[in-house]
Each structure stands twice: as C-alpha cells, then as structure tokens.
C-alpha cells in the first residue's frame, strides 16, 4: 500500500497541435479531497478521463491505487467511482435499473447489491423515485443518481468531474456533505470544479490554467502564499470607476467581486492613502476601502494575470 | 471465477440492452413488425411470373377463322384481350397509355387466303419497353398459335383419312422441387433473407452509437466491463428478435404464399441463427465504426440491403455476373442462407447436402464477431 492514491509526473495529452494538458505532476493522498480547479477547457477534464482510462495519455506516467494507468487498467477499472460532467447513465431506465445495471457490473449481487442499493438511494435522497425512469427526473435528482452510481460499489476512489455543475445553492451543499462522508469514511476523491468557493472545501487543490498546473498546496497555504495585500474597494458607479483603477501604476492587479472592486498591491503598500489622492485628482467621490483576507479567487486571478490569460 | 464475473457482467448487459428495446417504440415496430410488412409488401410486389398481359386485337378479316383464332386468346390466364379494336391509332394510344402490352392483327383476306391453301401473316405488335414482360408474353402468343396451327393441321390430315398422328419428338416436362413453376416459391426465400439481414443489422446498428450519443459508453468504460462483454450482452437480445423474425418470415412465407417447408423447420432455425450471429455483428461494428445514429442506419441498409438483394442470386442469377462480380458473391452471407433455405423449405434435403454454406456461414459469422470486439474500442474518439 502506497501513501498515494494516485500519483502522475508529467501527464500531457496532446490532441493534433492543440496541448490540453501539460506535463502535470501531481499526487493525492490516501482519503484526502483532492481538488482540481480552473476554467472551463483548462484540462481538467482531461486530467480525470486518463486517470479513468477513457483517454490514453499522449505522455507522462501515472498510477492509481498503485496500478499503472497505461498497462493496468482492468485493475483500475474496479477500485474506481466515476461520474462525468455530463450526465451519463440511461435516461430511459429506472432509477432502480440503472443501479441494478451498474451494481451486476461491479459483479454486485444478491443481498450486497440490495443492500448497497438501499445505501445509496437513502445517501443520494432518491428512494422515493426509484421506480421513476431517469428522463422524467429533475436535474438535481439525475445528478445525485450519477453520484449515487460512482459509490454504489463503494470503489477506494472516486472521481468526480465537476459533480455541481448547474445544481442549485442547497443542493451543492448536500452533495459536499456527502463527499465529506465519503473522505471520512477513509476514500480518496479526486474532484474538479470551476467554483471557487468550493474548491475551499478541498484538503488540498491544484489550480489548472490551459493544461498547466500553477499552484498546488492546501487552500489556506495557497492564500498565505499570495505575495499581495488584497483590498476591497466599494464605490458608486462601480463599472465605470474599475477602468479606472485597474490603470493606476500601484494597483498590480483588480478584479470585480460583486458589487466591490478587489484589488491587489503590494505587501503594506498604503492603498487609503494612495487611493484617496488618486480619486480627488479624477473627482470620485464617496467610497470606502478595508483590507480582506484573500479569497482562492484573488489567488486565481493573480496566477491568471501573472500567466497573461 | 474470472469467466463467471464475465457471464455477470454480460447478463446484465443483455438484461439492460432488452429494457431499452421494451421501451422504445421505433425499435420494436422496427424489429417485431417491420418484418412482417416487408415481406407481404414485397412478397405480393416481387413477382416474375408475367399473368394477366393486357392486349388488344384488331380483326380486320372479320371472319369465321379469324374469331375462331381469337377465341384462343381468351382461354389463358397470362393473356387478357381488353379491347377489340379498330385501328392502328386506337392501338398506339393503347400501348403509349399502359393499357395493353401487345397487339395483335389479322390482315384482311385471312381466312380467304388460308382456304385457297396459302399461308398467312399475322401481325404482333409488342411494347419493348418492358422487355422481361415482353419475351414472356411472346412466347405466349407463339405458343398459343402453335397450337392452333397443330390443331387445323390434326383436323386436315383426318379430313384426308390419316386418323393417328404422331409427333416426331414429344417433350413431357417434369419441373421438380417448384412443379408449377411459382416465381414467389424461390423470391419468398430469398426475400425472407434480405429481410432479416437488413433488419438485424439495422437495430444492431443503433446500439453502439446511442451509447456514444447519450455519454454512457463514457461511463462504461470506467467500469470493468470488457469490449466482448458489451458485444455479447448486446449480441445476446438481437439475436431473439432476430429469431423471432425468422419464425414469423418463414410462417407467412408458409401461410401467405404457400411456400412449403419439407425439410426440418429446427435445422433452417439453427442455420438462421448462424447467419443472424454474422448479421448482427456486422451492425455492432458499424455502430462502434460511426459513433452516431442516423449515420449508422444508412450504412447499415448500404451494406446489407444492396448485397443482399443484388448479389445474392435472391434476384440477380449469379452465373449470368462477370467473373470478378460473381467472386463477390462469395462474400454475401445472404448467399449461403437463400440457398439454404431452398433447400430445406423447396427440396426438403437435410443439413448434411448443405454444408458448404453452412461453413460459408460459420466462418463469416466467426470473422465477424472477432472483429466486432476489436473495432469496439473502450476509449474516446481522440477528436
């Protein structure tokens, strides 16, 4: 038994002349959640279909659980959950069929198979639908019957790709919960997402920006790393005035957080200071600065700006 | 134990896959009833025999003989005078409108010129365009004269005291296996072949592809299943209707057209079954080979439907193609299957005399299955 769950050193997966991922090394710990995240297109994706053996990797070694992604696959392929970004079980069968289906697959039968059954349909809140077929579902419902599907044989790791895409506030939060319970329960999740508030439930992330990974630490550590003091600016007519600031020679980076403006300078510069005269100078008047603690967004955007996307 | 997580993992995807069929109302019209129209569509359509040729006659002689001669003309099923007519230009809108296929004229003086013991021309008029109708409809008004001449030839040499006359050659034909010559007795079987080639391999076609179009195959991947095992689970509920199609095929070939069966009903089930095995696979590979529906069921009618109906002697006599055509032939399973059930259905002979086929079959069923596994790659498309 390896530390690792899964371990890869220089991944790259080229289509044609277009690099989707980018010799990415990385490792995840035994019952860590390990979290990938970045735009849409930036490989994640990729990074999770060659480490479940849809896609063959262009270059680069990696292994899960032990076993090599390139020659070990069969292996692979029973210790592993999967669930896609897409929803990709059958529409035109039951809730029940589908997990029966999946579950003989897994070589479930009998009284394991009822009773994971019973496990994942109380777990995923789908028992009241289980003799629904799958299209007359609600998306959210679909969604937790995909999760459902990737534990139900109770694989040691699990891969969720973007597992919240287009599920509602509460219901993300029902689907972290369960994730939780699955990492305590001593499995490995391997997830990715392009929210940024998610990502800080991660153990650990990896920032991925066109095929290349650019940070990678715990989310706290990534914070603390950020060489940047990050200010939260409100002021009227904020569209208009973040132009503005954004061209000011001491602010290194600025970005719009709702209806406030984050910007980043350096360490201890003395923004209030610098801000107030630049804004008598132009004639904006009636704002209000404090320093804030930096968001994984505020690390996101100045890896992003550093790399010139 | 490694085979019987197999057999698990194959039930379940049989199990599955006839879920699906129960359900989707296209599949099951198309499997369980498609056949059944097709061949009562084609079976009364396909046919070679050439009855009821409308003709006209034009008697210009008006005569005794000249009605006498005409009257035979309406003692035939493949013959029916619709029009007695009175000119040529009635006879050219006649044949230019469908209505008639042929003519015939009796010339002025006709029966004037045959006493005086002259011979006499009669004209036959044939529209060409429709050549296959026709020679046959040629040759039945040359018969019918030939008789007629036989007969007053019969009736002058008694008239003239000879009582007992004798042909020099008399042919007595004896047609074997289809004694009535019955053109639906070698289509039907032929018809029933190309049936189930086009059917088996169309729903086998949409399999494989729905699974690429819906992103299951994607989740499939990720799990144990092996490429055979998604072949045979798939193989395993086509193969049913496909055998449920031949029961119903071969039974309103018996109903319907009358077709027998003499030979052994289980050794033609068994021989379909073999040719089935190559069909189906062939639609899995063309399922795994395009990836999309709509794209799959057009190759899979190309390649099934025009071999099958073309090349497989169904139609077509293989011995009149040129040579490198009549090599291909080789190649069309649903050559092997039509002999085999003229066979078995028309001849009544048994597995034993049908071996080359029946090895034809098997190796082409073989290969096909072979190289359905290989070509359904488990990995994404790299585009």
Known sequence: MTEYSVEVKDLTKRFGDFVAVDRASFSVKRGEIFGFLGPNGAGKSTTIRMLCGILTPTEGTGSVSGFDIMDEQDRIKNIIGYMSQRFSLYDD???????????SVYGLQGARLRERMAYVMKMADIGRRQDAVVKSLPGGVKQRLALGGAILHDPPVLFLDEPTSGVDPVMRRTFWEIIYDFS?????????????????????????IAGKIIA?????????????????????RFIEVFEEVAALPFVEEAAIFGSDIHIMTKKGFPLKRELAGAFKVKGIKGFSIEEVGATLEDVFVSHAARLGV | MKALKSLVRIGAIAGKEWLQIRRDTRSLILSLIAPALLILLFGYALTVDVKNVGMAVYDQDRSTLSRRLLEEFSHTEYLRVKRHISGYREMDRLIDSEEIALAIV???????????????????IVDGSDSTSATVAMGYVKAILANFNMDIKVSELKRIGIAETKMPVEVKSRVWYNPELLSKNFIVPGLIVVVLSIISALIASLTISR???????????????????????????????????????????????????????????????LFLIGTTSLG???????????????????????????????????????????????????????????????????AALLWTQILFLAVFAFIVVIASVRKLSLTLPEN
């Open chain 1, 216 to 236: 990678l630490d715990t989310p706290s550590a990534l914070k603390a790393a950020l060489p940047y003091s990050v200010w939260s600016l409100r002021v009227e």
């Open chain 2, 284 to 350: 899995i590979i063309i399922s795994s080979a395009t990836r999309a529906q709509v794209l799959s069921v057009q190759v899979a009618i190309m390649v099934t439907y025009l071999p099958s109906f073309m090349l497989s002697g169904f139609v077509f006599p293989i011995q009149n193609m040129p040579l490198v055509v009549q090599g291909i032939t080789y190649l069309i399973p649903a050559k092997y299957l039509i002999v085999i059930i003229k066979g078995i259905a028309l001849k009544g002979v048994g």
């Open chain 2, 106 to 124: 009796v010339p002025r003086g006709f029966e004037r010129r045959f006493k005086a013991g002259k011979s006499v021309d009669l004209q036959l």
């Open chain 2, 211 to 273: 699974e690429w179009e819906r992103g299951t195959m994607e989740t499939l991947i990720t799990t144990p299943v092996r490429a055979f095992e998604l072949v045979f689970g798939k193989l395993v509920p086509y193969l049913f209707i496909g055998l449920f199609d031949v029961v119903i095929t071969v039974l309103l070939g018996y109903l319907v057209f009358n077709v027998p069966i003499k030979g052994s009903f289980v050794e033609l089930y068994m021989l379909a079954l």
């Open chain 1, 184 to 208: 305590r329960n001593g499995k490995t999740i391997f997830v990715t997402t392009h929210y940024m508030d998610e990502a800080e439930h991660c153990d650990r992330m990896a920032l991925i």
């Open chain 1, 93 to 103: 069968l039951t809730v029940r069929e589908n997990l029966e289906f999946f579950g």
